[in-house]
């Protein structure tokens, strides 16, 4: 049973083309919603953690919301150093110090 | 430096070898974890350690052990590597007592290719 669920799996936009990123889930009693970059063969980098639902971060041209049931990952005027798969995970109540990962989202930003 | 690293970066071997990957951090984390990613598959949990006392079975254990030798230091290994284990796999340390619990930070990944 997929706990968590991005969509779409790959993305192409071009260079300036603002768009969103989804993720979402089904646990019960989430502790936390976190996104990640990872580049081709390299470990996942640390984006940003949301807690509850209404909470925004950003960095960059990157903006991370969550809802009770998603997170969305808007990507303003992106460019091609973008260009990565971004990874969400949630962490809940009942799995203490577990992190639970979508399959990602391929994003390519041609120039 | 990095905070999280991972020996060998990449390793090809042969079925039915005995194979160890070691992480290494300097964070001072308390927890451990390994994490194989497939293609199309994401990210599956191995093991995952909360001090050096405390070891956890992940999703996909089965054919995998683990080693706890120091709080800095963990340890996975493949007693009988099979071509089905052919993957990247990822290290990754959190801290459950800092002021963003639960995140986690990766190595850099090791390529295991099992002929």
């Known amino acids: 049973e997929d706990q968590v669920t991005q969509s779409p799996e790959a993305l192409r936009l071009q260079e300036g083309e603002s768009s969103s990123l989804n993720c979402s889930y089904t646990v019960s009693g989430l502790r936390g919603l976190f996104w990640y970059r990872q580049d081709p063969g390299k470990g996942p980098e640390f984006l940003f953690t949301l807690y509850s639902a209404g909470e925004e971060k950003e960095k960059e041209r990157l903006k991370a919301t969550l809802t009770k049931k998603e997170s969305f990952l808007h990507i303003t005027a992106p460019k091609p150093e973008d260009s990565a798969t971004y990874l969400c995970?949630?962490?809940?109540?009942?799995?203490?110090?577990?992190?639970?990962f979508g399959r990602g989202t391929q994003l390519t930003v041609w120039p | 430096d990095a905070d999280v690293t991972q020996t060998p970066r990449n390793r090809i071997t042969k079925t039915g070898k005995r194979i160890m990957l070691e992480c290494s951090q300097t964070?001072?984390?308390?927890?451990m974890y390994w994490y194989r990613q497939d293609p199309g598959l994401g990210l599956r949990l191995i093991y995952y350690?909360?001090?050096?006392?405390?070891?956890n079975k992940g999703e996909i254990s089965d054919g995998y052990s683990v080693s706890r030798q120091a709080q800095a230091k963990f340890s996975l290994s493949l007693e009988s590597a099979i071509p089905n284990q052919t993957a990247l796999y990822f290290c990754?340390?959190?801290?459950?007592?800092?002021?963003?619990?639960?995140?986690?930070?990766f190595g850099p990944g090791t390529r295991l290719t099992v002929l």
């Open positions: 350690s909360f001090d050096v006392k405390d070891i």
């Open positions: 995970a949630v962490a809940r109540g009942s799995t203490l110090g577990r992190l639970y």
């Open positions: 964070k001072g984390h308390d927890r």
């Open positions: 990754a340390t959190s801290d459950p007592f800092g002021g963003e619990t639960d995140t986690q930070y």
